[in-house]
């Protein structure tokens, strides 16, 4: 059984550009949530995403953005690239069913914003 | 504001010594809480959670935590540690029954002295 799968796993991109980061939750889950672990950081918050909807967003500005598919798949997209979102970008899936009380994480993305 | 506290942002221990890693949150109502460990370029692993009932809670690798209400604290402990516990170790809470948001600890690194 196939966990939490992100890709790419490192990226580097300039500032001012746009990129996607992709996951696939693990089989069974229907809730997909974002997190961005800057260095030495705890993972903060970004969104979640259940039937396809946007159901909470943490502390980020609008140039983060998301997409949940009926497979349950998600996209975090960002815009405008800022030297400061460069950091580890973690999904997480959950079954609503479960209450959310077991998340299981990805390996993560690796962004880098030269 | 709703908050979780790692006092400790680095804790050496000599191996088959026993270690305690301390989180402290600040809330009035129930929660769930959570330690996740991360290894090197690796996602983050569940290592065990409390929801409701006994106060101490047995997880894998030998981990096991105790929820004290009255200090609101979650502490970690192992009697006998190895060096591949050499690790993040991340405390989390969810503070809010039904939202699945979990908030971090700012983490601490546990290096195992051979």
């Known amino acids: 059984d196939a966990g939490v799968t992100q890709s790419p796993t490192h990226l580097i991109k300039t500032r001012g550009q746009q990129v996607t980061l992709r996951c696939s939750p693990k089989?069974?889950?229907?809730?997909v949530s974002w997190y961005q672990q800057a260095l030495g950081q705890g993972p903060q918050f970004i969104f979640q995403?259940?039937?396809?909807?946007?159901?909470q967003r943490g502390n980020f500005p609008d140039r983060f953005s998301g997409h949940q598919f009926p497979n349950y798949s998600s996209e975090l997209n960002v815009n405008a690239l800022l030297l400061g979102d460069s950091a580890l970008y973690l999904c997480?899936?959950?079954?609503?069913?479960?209450?959310?009380?077991?998340?299981?994480f990805g390996q993560g993305t690796r962004l880098t914003v030269v | 504001a709703q908050s979780v506290t790692q006092l400790d942002s680095q804790v050496p221990v000599f191996e088959e010594a026993p270690v305690e890693l301390r989180c402290n949150y600040s809330?009035?109502?129930?929660?769930?809480l959570f330690w996740y460990v991360q290894y090197p370029n690796q996602g983050l692993q569940l290592l065990l959670k409390?929801?409701?009932?006994?106060?101490l809670v047995k997880g894998i690798n030998g981990f096991e935590a105790e929820f004290n209400k009255s200090q609101t604290s979650f502490h970690l402990r192992k009697p006998s540690v190895h060096i591949s516990d050499t690790a993040e170790y991340f405390c989390?809470?969810?503070?809010?029954?039904?939202?699945?948001?979990?908030?971090f600890g700012t983490g601490t690194r546990l290096t195992i002295i051979p």
């Open positions: 997480a899936s959950s079954l609503e069913a479960a209450g959310g009380t077991e998340a299981f």
């Open positions: 089989s069974g889950h229907d809730t």
């Open positions: 995403y259940y039937e396809e909807e946007e159901r």
């Open positions: 809330s009035s109502v129930s929660v769930y």
């Open positions: 409390y929801l409701s009932g006994s106060t």
């Open positions: 989390a809470v969810i503070f809010n029954f039904g939202n699945e948001k979990l908030t």
